[in-house]
């Protein structure tokens, strides 16, 4: 069964710093790996995914994260944080040899940047 | 992209009675999710909703308990029957076209 981990609970990070959320995935097969953001009383927002390709993948409001297949890890980065980045963020994970478009979320991670 | 709106927002509701959430999407998709947010915690695949067919529901919840409509290619409700507090959470309906779309979702309290 494929399942995500989010280690941390919160990330603080000052405003103008970079920041990385990490995840970490175990799937049976070949992943397709997703970053979402969820802000107040909001739903989720897609900002990126991982199909196949250039590990460093490129998406929304300047984020980017690097699959690393010898880690199981999806790491969520940023080069400089902003207060309006404060959210929670959820990686989310699709085994692509199952044929079935379910996503399995992580416990998710909320990022404060503080000015 | 896909735009998906719910109603409603959010209720609050006795225990006992049910809730009929609504989902509609802005473009015909094909699959169509339906997910449960409890507090402070992470999203759980309720089911899927099938247009045509009865909803594929995942582990741990049952047709009896979390019926689903989807009558169109884009529409589905959920409804939560028989509540207790232990349902008070945020539902939250998603699409696929393309990527993975999620709604607003339903914040609902059972008191």
């Known amino acids: 069964a494929q399942s995500v981990a989010q280690p941390e609970d919160q990330v603080n990070v000052a405003e103008g710093n970079p920041l990385t959320v990490k995840c970490t995935y175990s799937?049976?097969?070949?992943?397709?790996l997703f970053w979402y953001v969820q802000y107040p009383n909001r739903g989720l927002q897609f900002l990126l995914k991982?199909?196949?390709?250039?590990?460093l993948v490129k998406g929304s409001y300047g984020f980017e994260a690097e699959f690393n297949k010898s880690q199981t890890s999806f790491h969520l980065k940023k080069p400089s944080a902003l207060v309006s980045d404060s959210a929670l963020y959820f990686c989310?994970?699709?085994?692509?040899?199952?044929?079935?478009?379910?996503?399995?979320f992580g416990t998710g991670t909320r990022l404060l940047v503080s000015p | 992209s896909a735009v998906i709106s719910q109603k409603p927002s959010r209720d609050i509701c006795q225990r006992g009675t049910s809730l009929t959430i609504q989902c509609q999407v802005d473009?015909?998709?094909?699959?169509m999710f339906w997910y449960r947010q409890q507090p402070g915690q992470s999203l759980t695949l309720i089911a899927t909703?099938?247009?045509?067919?009865?909803?594929?529901?995942e582990s741990g919840f049952v047709i009896d308990k979390f019926p689903i409509s989807r009558p169109n290619l884009t529409f589905s409700t959920l409804t939560v029957s028989n509540m207790s507090p232990e349902d008070s959470s945020i539902y939250l309906c998603?699409?696929?076209?393309?990527?993975?779309?999620f709604g607003p979702g339903t914040r609902l309290t059972v008191t």
């Open positions: 989310a994970v699709r085994d692509r040899n199952t044929g079935f478009q379910k996503l399995v």
């Open positions: 991982y199909i196949t390709g250039d590990n």
């Open positions: 909703a099938n247009q045509g067919s009865e909803a594929t529901y």
């Open positions: 998603s699409a696929i076209q393309g990527e993975q779309y």
């Open positions: 473009s015909q998709v094909t699959m």
């Open positions: 799937v049976s097969g070949n992943p397709y």
